[in-house]
């Protein structure tokens, strides 16, 4: 990767006093990942350019991986934008090479430290997570002029369009030190990732870098909040000690989320219990079954509201039951709570003997996440062979899709959906469902009733 | 004294302490036959005696008498059993598992258990305990019978226990060493007609006075019950079978309705519904001495017989595997009724449970008693009933062969109650042939396979496909394979090289191949084609409710199309190409299982070229574009930049080359015609899984395949190298030199036979030899840096190759067992084992 910055201070070349680097000379630095090179392309009276390079060893970074895999691209892959892209791998060349610059010393020119110069940045290949938009709503509030140029993936394929990195000038008229400073803090921001682990040392490591400008930067929460980013499952382990599962489901981003987050206005999710939970009870059921019962947030109403003797969820994702077990505080349990609840690992599509033999069963919010070839198997597995007395199924209403603001037309609720269906189709379902294994079916909509789109929520209770 | 026993029964012995049970037991059974109270008292207590430990230690002895006994191995009790309670519980465990129990009584005096007793100083319970005991012991002697041991054997005195033996007798219907082979005839109800036909149909040579017939090479009959009632000719149908019996000619099994004839024939109150009284009508015209042979002969039936080593078990309403070969009143209420729930359906007939859904047996069990439209296999069982006296047909099944012969009902002799087998004439009702069940797939599991014996599957690989499978994969019923993972070659030490060809013609000629196929490998994605000839094929063969032509998917079980139509027009295409060669005929089937892969990769894996490599290429060609420029200034200006700039400049080219090579297999898809199947290998069809079948055979067949559509297909090219000659181990290195050098992935090393076992066992099916340039989008684009690639060279392909071994015995025993007819969960077992294998951690880039 590689930085260069210019100036048309002069004399220019106090650029070398001022970073401690003597422009006439190629200097080579190890790193722990690597190594860096310092050469001046330009230094005269009039101009002066310093250039860093830094090579990061690719085959070092996938046989000792240190620090967390950045991002969606992982750092355990030979193909890597590591080595090229400009990242926190470049912050740490910057911090190691220029540490004199940033702590404000300059032993020959010590007038050179506070003045302000006219600066250049050169970053050729910068990537911008989260919008192209990014480098300007950064560096704009610091008084920088930005010119960001996108580079495309594939000039042959120009169909692929843009990359995330972008060719990235930046000219503005500072302290050196105050421009070191910020680039140390907005690249990695920018690039999202880290290759070391953050630790707690990191919040005094950005105080110190951000002081005197972060405070009044319109964008200083997400630059902090991204500067600060976590590993994710570094988090939720600290997190599962310290939060509520709620909590480590907001940073991990479950399922539930993205879905709640477009049907967050109505609090659908509690509407949707509050309805299952009631018409459980109402059944007078004794055992109860949860079928995909995700992170266990409707058995812990269930086991908190109805007189259930047993209560069991089974889910297909393991990591959600362990999610659950957590939430209902499995491991702490008395013998005799104990007793009263199970979560199962199992699959809706391969019949099961442990969930034989139930009053009711809730199958809430599960259906579309099936694929339809395999609605038979699931219809087999609950209606046939389990057979509960009582069978609640919910799912989304489509018609009412159009009705929430954050939802493009012709997008499902939630990226994992295979289908929502039409108040029509779930209920023609549901009656073939009910004739052909003998029970009763009737339908509730939950939440705003719109007149037009029905309810957001439908569900279907079958009896027998 | 002899005495008799079942061989697998549960033996109890009862006597007081001191009495000799031990050394008679050591005496009389194998060591592991016996279990001892006092052993588990020690088990439990460390102290044989330790009275205080008695609860545990029989909790204990019970357990493993328990698994013994379900197992079917025989279990002697060595306690004191001199308590009514004690041996309830015994008799209650033998009931359990459906095998009798026998009580051997030691009855010893008094004064020579205190005698013995004394003899042991860890006995010091004193003389009241043992007075105790011979007191409860005769008290108990006279209802031992009627506790419900089917045999009590009492042995007075030290000569007679000193003298006894025991012999091992087989039970009744342990017919293991009739081999066959059979005709097995469901329910015959009166219809003497049509028995008369079909025995004909079959080859029996039936007598003119009806009174029996023969087959005149040996053949037998298996009669499985219910021959009368509700028909016009009980009586005829009767004498005949009962001639057949007689004679040797044929086996017969009761029925229910057999049970109540007999009944009434008995002079018991049975109500004469159900055609029992059309039967009592007919036999009321039958002389005397008719009635007393058929009364014997009906007395004498046996409940069930397991036949064929084991292989064959024919009851009239079926058996579950743990009773196949037990006795016990369940066991005899299963074969005659089936499992019912006690509930009655909307016709007053009793609901039956479908125990054959979950039946997971080893053995063929053929059955009748429940009327059906069809005889369909469900897990390796059978039902032969199609309902011939309701105007249906009567069929039977031709064992081994497993053929079904049936011939139609002259006409309706009886009408049903309810209609046959209902549930299946409802059209959109989904099929029930083969459920899953979890249990065929969670925990650890030892998959036997013909090809690498045992392949386990550990847990926790298990737990990741469930998720996967359930939540992603197609239909299981079409999911009859997943392609094995493939390991490369030795790691070469080829100057600039990390594969080469020779390392794979050195590790085949080692493990004693002769001829080796290379393979062009085609970069694409893999692509497993189940195609059908029409969809009545596709239903027929894969029981699937929606009418298809087959399915392409991954090889991770999905669909390879997120467009259904996408995917059935490629079908239709591979679906012509297969007609126009006349494959449909030339190999004797209506479907086709073909491995292929289809390109271009940028089809499948565009969100990965796209996040992944062109990004990279993207950074990494800016960067080092812009590091170049910048160290030539600095030279020009005359800085001594070493030679950074140099190898900068290699970096640049090391770089192009990458872009170069995932642009080869990447093009747009715009329209099919833009997408290209590549097939190698034709995995499976009607009869035969053509793995036995060479390489050369299958890349013939393809490249016709081929040649009748080019734009659909693409040839896989080959070259085939005999491993001795040394011209021709050069003409393959050529080959692969000329494949990469035009851009190629590489080849794939393969033994001519698909199937290659070597003094080792099973030799790796496959060989990858990528070229250099690939292998930049492996182990990334500056990876033939002298200084990297002598890093790259230390690669462990153990593991790899383990797993390329397990998954490829996994695949093949999946096809097998489909072409085999075997039930689906025992197909879908071997393919949710490869998948789970697939969750393994190993090197990826291998």
New interface residues.
């Given amino acids: 990767?590689?930085l260069?910055i210019t100036t048309t201070h002069q004399p220019a070349t106090d650029l070398g006093y001022l970073l401690h680097k003597n422009p006439?000379?190629?200097q080579?630095t190890e790193l722990s990942f690597g190594s860096a090179?310092v050469?001046?392309?330009?230094?005269n009276h009039e101009s002066c350019t310093m250039?860093l390079?830094v090579e990061v060893d690719?085959?070092d970074l996938v046989?000792h991986r240190r620090g967390p895999t950045g991002g969606?691209?992982s750092l355990g892959?030979?193909?890597?934008?590591r080595?090229?892209?400009a990242s926190s791998h470049l912050a740490a060349a910057i911090n190691k090479l220029f540490s004199t610059a940033l702590s404000g010393r300059c032993k020959e020119r010590p007038e050179l430290v506070d003045a302000v110069m006219p600066l250049e940045v050169?970053l050729?290949?910068l990537?911008v997570r989260g919008g192209s938009d990014l480098v300007h709503r950064l560096f704009d509030p610091l008084g920088y002029d930005v010119v960001a140029t996108p580079?495309?993936?594939?000039a042959?394929?120009p169909?692929?369009?843009a990359?995330?990195?972008q060719?990235v000038r930046l000219g503005i008229t500072t302290r050196l030190r105050d421009l070191l400073e910020q680039l140390l803090v907005l690249i990695p921001v920018l690039d999202d990732a880290k290759h070391y682990w953050v630790g707690p040392d990191e919040i005094e490591r950005l105080l110190r870098r951000g002081g005197d400008w972060l405070g009044a930067h319109p964008e200083r929460e997400f630059i902090a909040t991204r500067y600060l980013r976590h590993d994710r499952d570094l988090t939720s382990q600290a997190l599962e000690r310290l939060l509520e599962v709620e909590d480590i489901e907001q940073i991990e981003g479950t399922n539930d989320n993205a879905e709640e987050a477009v049907e967050r206005d109505l609090s659908l999710n509690e509407m949707r219990i509050a309805e299952v939970v009631g018409t459980i009870k109402a059944s007078g059921a004794r055992r109860v079954l949860d079928l995909g019962c995700g992170s266990a947030k409707l058995m812990q109403v269930l086991l908190a509201e109805t007189s259930a003797d047993k209560v069991v969820g089974l889910d297909?994702?393991?990591r959600s039951l362990a999610a659950g077990a957590r939430r209902l505080h499995m491991d702490t349990m008395t013998p005799r709570q104990r007793e009263r609840v199970d979560l199962l690992?199992?699959?809706?599509?391969?019949?099961?003997?442990?969930i034989e033999g139930f009053d009711a069963a809730a199958v809430v919010e599960v259906i579309e996440?099936?694929?339809p070839?395999?609605l038979?198997?699931f219809?087999?597995v609950v209606f046939a062979?389990a057979a509960p007395r009582m069978v609640i199924v919910t799912t989304p209403n489509v018609e009412y899709n159009g009705l929430f603001a954050g939802l493009e037309p012709g997008t499902m609720r939630h990226h994992?959906h295979r289908f929502e269906w039409t108040r029509a189709q779930f209920e023609s379902w549901a009656r073939?469902v009910a004739t052909?294994h003998g029970y009763e079916v009737n339908f509730v909509g939950i939440g705003p009733l719109d007149p037009e789109a029905g309810a957001p929520t439908q569900m279907a209770v079958f009896r027998r | 004294m002899n005495i008799k026993i079942p061989e697998l029964s549960l033996v109890v012995l009862v006597g007081a302490s001191g009495s000799g049970k031990s050394s008679f037991a050591a005496k009389n059974f194998l060591g592991t036959e016996v279990l001892s109270s006092d052993v588990c008292r020690g088990l439990v207590s460390d102290d044989e005696n330790n009275q205080a430990a008695t609860a545990d230690a029989f909790d204990i002895l019970r357990y493993i008498a328990g698994k013994r006994l379900s197992v079917g191995r025989l279990t002697v009790v060595d306690a004191t059993n001199v308590q009514p309670e004690a041996r309830r519980t015994l008799i209650d465990l033998a009931k359990s598992h459906h095998v009798l129990a026998v009580a051997v009584v030691l009855n010893v005096p008094a004064e020579v258990c205190l005698e013995r007793n004394a003899l042991r100083p860890d006995r010091d319970f004193g003389p009241h305990v043992v007075r105790r005991q011979l007191d409860q012991l005769r008290r108990s002697l006279k209802g031992l019978r009627r506790e419900g041991f089917h045999r009590v054997v009492t042995l007075d005195g030290i000569e007679e226990i000193e003298a006894a033996t025991f012999t091992r007798e087989r039970v009744w219907n342990d017919r293991r060493d009739d081999h066959g082979p059979f005709d097995i005839i469901g329910d015959v109800h009166g219809c003497f007609d049509e028995l008369r036909i079909l025995l004909n149909v079959l080859g029996y040579d039936v007598a003119r006075d009806g009174s029996t017939a023969s087959h005149p090479q040996g053949r037998r009959a298996v009669f499985l019950g219910d021959l009368v009632d509700r028909g016009p000719k009980t009586p005829a149908v009767l004498r005949l079978v009962m001639g057949m019996v007689r004679e040797g000619a044929a086996l017969c099994i009761p029925g229910n309705h057999e049970v109540k004839l007999l009944r009434a024939l008995q002079g018991r109150q049975v109500a004469t519904g159900h055609g029992l009284a059309e039967s009592l009508e007919q036999l009321s015209r039958e002389p005397p001495e008719f009635i007393t042979e058929l009364i014997g002969f009906l007395d004498g039936l046996i409940g069930h017989f397991v036949l064929d080593g084991g292989q064959l078990v024919v009851a009239h309403a079926g058996l579950p595997a743990s009773m196949h070969g037990r006795q016990s009143g369940a066991v005899r209420a299963f074969a005659l009724y089936g499992d019912t729930t006690g509930e009655n359906d909307e016709f007053g007939l009793p609901i039956r449970y479908p125990w054959a859904e979950e039946y997971r047996g080893e053995a063929t069990v053929v059955y009748g008693h429940t009327p059906v439209l069809e005889a369909v296999w469900i897990n390796k069982t059978i039902c032969l009933d199609t309902g011939c006296v309701f105007g249906g047909r009567l069929t039977a099944l031709r064992y081994p062969e497993r053929e079904l012969v049936a011939v139609p009902a002259l006409t309706v002799h009886y009408a049903p109650i309810r209609p046959l087998a209902a549930e299946k004439l409802t059209v959109d009702a989904p099929r029930e042939s083969g459920e899953l069940i979890l249990s065929d797939v969670v925990g650890k599991r030892t998959i036997a396979t013909t090809l690498a014996r045992h392949v386990t599957i550990r847990e926790e690989n298990a737990i990741a496909a469930l998720e996967v499978m359930s939540r992603w994969a197609i239909d299981p019923r079409w999911l009859i394979y997943l392609p094995p993972t493939m390991a490369p070659t030795a790691t070469s030490k080829i100057e600039g090289l990390l594969e080469h060809p020779l390392e794979a013609f050195r590790a085949y000629s080692q493990a004693g191949v002769e001829t080796v196929v290379c393979e062009e490998k085609h970069m694409g994605s893999r692509a497993v084609v189940v195609v059908c000839r029409d969809p009545a094929a596709a239903a027929r063969r894969f029981s699937t409710d929606r009418p298809s032509l087959g399915v392409i998917y991954t090889r991770t079980g999905r669909p390879f199309f997120s467009d259904a139509s996408d995917e059935t027009a490629i079908l239709q295409r591979v679906r012509s190409a297969v007609t126009s060669v006349g494959l449909w005929d030339e190999l004797q089937t209506d479907w086709l299982v073909l491995d292929c892969e289809l390109l271009p990769w940028s089809a499948k894996a565009k969100d990965l070229l796209r996040g992944q490599y062109a990004a990279v290429g993207a950074a990494a060609t800016a960067t080092l574009r812009a590091e170049s420029a910048v160290l030539a200034a600095a030279r020009a200006r005359g800085v001594d930049v070493g030679d950074v700039l140099t190898t900068t400049n290699d970096r640049v080219e090391m770089v192009e080359g990458f872009v170069d090579a995932y642009r080869r297999y990447c093009w747009d898809v715009t329209t099919l015609d833009d997408l290209k199947l590549a097939p190698f290998q034709i995995l499976a069809g009607e009869g035969e899984t053509f793995a036995r079948r060479d390489h050369r055979w299958h890349l013939e067949i393809l490249s016709r395949l081929v040649a009748a559509d080019e734009t659909t297909f693409r040839l896989t090219r080959h070259l085939v190298v005999d491993l001795a000659d040394e011209a021709s181990l050069e003409r393959g290195v050529t080959w692969w030199q000329d494949l990469t050098d035009a851009g190629g992935e590489g080849m794939v090393v393969k033994p001519v036979d698909v199937v290659r076992l070597g003094p080792k066992g099973l030799v790796q099916p496959g060989m990858k030899c990528r070229s250099r340039e690939y292998l930049r989008i492996i182990y990334g684009p500056e990876y033939t840096a002298p200084h990297h690639l002598e890093r790259l060279r230390s690669r462990n392909l153990g593991a790899k190759r383990s797993l390329a071994l397990r998954e490829f015995a996994l695949g093949i025993e999946a096809l097998d067992r489909f072409v085999g007819a075997a039930p689906l969960y025992k197909v879908h077992e071997c393919v949710f084992g490869v998948l789970a294998l697939e969750s393994e951690p190993v090197d990826p880039r291998l």
Avoid: C
């Fill in positions: 990767m590689l260069t006439e000379r190629l080579t090179h050469v001046y392309p330009e230094a250039a390079l690719p085959v046989r969606e691209s892959q030979y193909v890597n934008d080595p090229y892209a050169w050729p290949a990537p580079i495309a993936l594939d042959m394929f169909s692929w369009g990359s995330a990195y060719d297909v994702s393991h690992h199992g699959s809706l599509t391969y019949r099961d003997r442990r996440h099936l694929d070839a395999r038979d198997s219809e087999r062979y994992d073939a052909r």
